[in-house]
């Protein structure tokens, strides 16, 4: 079975603090994605990247920015939280085109910033 | 814009019962997938089905990509049923890039 795991289930930090969510895969999937998940706004596509040192920008980049050192980890980073950035946050990963292969999600880490 | 709209928004079930949950998307899909969200948040993908009919267990998914929609059918539910059930279509049109509905919430009552 696929595995995504996320460094955190809940999180608890302060406005304007660099914060970092981490994202590790065992599958060797090329693509992974960072999402993030709010009442009435559903999901919502951050960051995603297609191998190793790329990134793309999805629907909501602003405020984000990614990096993708090695294959197996995508880490998403808030360069100055903000109490509007406080979110469910959805790692995703898919092997190997991204439009035609199922994606799976980590456990999600629930943000809060203060 | 890209759409795809889920319907119903909610549905309550008593145990034992089937139930239908559709998916329209406005354009042409590569493929559609469906994911059910437990109470606890966690996404778990379902089927990936960008054509033709599916089945796992008690759930069975059928996508009509000519006709642009997608049903996921769940028989003799059960209470670990509940949660948000999401399609999510990978449209090109849309930059080449998965969009989600915005879900079926089912609550099964025992």
């Known amino acids: 079975d696929v595995k995504v795991t996320q460094s955190s289930r809940y999180l608890v930090k302060r406005t304007g603090e660099k914060v970092f969510l981490e994202c590790v895969q065992d599958?060797?999937?090329?693509?992974m994605f960072w999402y993030r998940q709010d009442p009435g706004l559903g999901l919502r596509l951050i960051y995603f990247?297609?191998?190793?040192?790329?990134?793309e920008k999805g629907d909501i980049p602003e405020g984000y920015s990614v990096s993708r050192e090695k294959k197996e980890r995508f880490s998403l980073i808030l360069e100055s939280a903000s109490t509007n950035q406080t979110s469910m946050y959805l790692c995703?990963?898919?092997?190997?085109?991204?439009?035609?292969?199922?994606?799976?999600f980590g456990n999600g880490t629930r943000l809060t910033v203060t | 814009g890209i759409q795809v709209e889920q319907s119903p928004p909610d549905l309550i079930l008593q145990e034992g019962a089937n139930s239908t949950l559709r998916c329209n998307f406005s354009?042409?899909?590569?493929?559609l997938q469906w994911f059910h969200q437990n109470p606890w948040g966690q996404l778990i993908n379902l089927f990936y089905?960008?054509?033709g009919t599916k089945q796992n267990g008690r759930l069975s998914a059928t996508t009509v990509a000519t006709e642009r929609y997608s049903l996921l059918y769940i028989s003799s539910s059960q209470t670990t049923d509940s949660g948000v059930y999401f399609c999510?279509?990978?449209?090109?049109?849309?930059?080449?890039?998965?969009?989600f509905g915005g879900g079926t919430r089912v609550l099964v009552k025992p």
């Open positions: 995703a990963s898919s092997f190997p085109t991204a439009g035609n292969s199922p994606l799976h």
């Open positions: 599958m060797d999937h090329e693509n």
């Open positions: 990247s297609y191998d190793v040192k790329m990134k």
């Open positions: 354009d042409s899909v590569n493929n």
């Open positions: 089905i960008p054509s």
């Open positions: 999510a279509a990978w449209i090109k049109a849309a930059g080449n890039k998965l969009t």
